[in-house]
């Protein structure tokens, strides 16, 4: 099932929600620029295992409504929070990827613990606890950096997305690298089919977006995954910190393994996940 739920603010959510109801459910939450299509090896392998799966685009991606306001951290909690409350989700697992895995950290950290909504999270190449380089993580990255992207962004988006799916996300710049066309074509589909503006204002979002305390305030168990030849998210600052920030975590590092590894390597990630899960 396909539809939509309206947040409090009036924006239009879209959401996939597809197994049987009373199933565990597990909820997926995507990375910047994409859409709820980014998870489909994951829906589709879950659902195979008896879960109910759900995932939704975040405000101004994919189908959602491409409004002008809160592309921000705090909404897109709220965003998720809206889905779940929607469809009654509880004792879900929460999955995040990039962008998503800091939605997740702040959706679990405010929303889902307190009513009992979440079981267990998961980090994939996730981005809190913070990008950007600050006094509080000198390992961060240069804001000139995200200066670029919004450049590359605003400048010329399609050729933008188009060398960031071929190049840095999947690793297929690196020498020797399988380069899959079809991959790439997909990122840029789900990426064009956004709001420009909420891919700008999202850069912000995930990448200036100081997660430290809703890191620490998730007790459930997490399971942090992370490539350590991620060119976009770089594991050290981030599933490392990750690890140390959380109650109750797990860390796997994967050798030379890509941000977009989720894809890639759909086949090891989906196993290692559904055995945290079954755990």
Known sequence: MTSFVTTQDGVDIFYKDWGAKDAQPIMFHH???????????????????????VAHDRRGHGRSAQVDVGHD???YAADAAAVAEHLDLRDAIHIGHS????????????????????????????????????ERYPGGLPMELFDGLRAGLAANRSEF????????????NRE????KPAMVDNW??????????????????????????????IIVPTLVLHGDDDQVVPYKNAGVLQAELLHNAMLK????????????????????ILGFIQA
């Open 253 to 272: 590092v994967y050798e030379g393994y890509s941000h977009g590894m989720l894809t890639v390597n759909a086949d090891v990630l989906n196993a290692d």
């Open 73 to 75: 951290m705090d909404h």
């Open 99 to 134: 962008t998503g895995g800091g939605e997740v950290a702040a959706y679990v950290a405010r929303h889902g613990q307190p009513q009992g909504r979440v079981a267990k999270a998961v980090l994939v190449s996730a981005v809190p606890p913070i990008m950007l380089k600050t």
């Open 176 to 179: 020797g690298a399988e380069v």
């Open 31 to 53: 990375g910047w620029p994409l859409s709820s299509d980014d998870w489909d090896a994951q829906m589709l392998f879950f659902l195979g295992k008896g879960y109910r799966v």
């Open 188 to 217: 840029w589909r789900q990426g064009m089919m956004g709001s420009a503006l909420a891919q700008y204002e999202g850069i912000k979002a995930f990448s200036e977006t100081d997660q430290t305390d809703d890191l620490k305030a």
């Open 161 to 172: 997305f188009r060398d960031v799916a071929s190049g840095p996300f999947y690793g297929f």
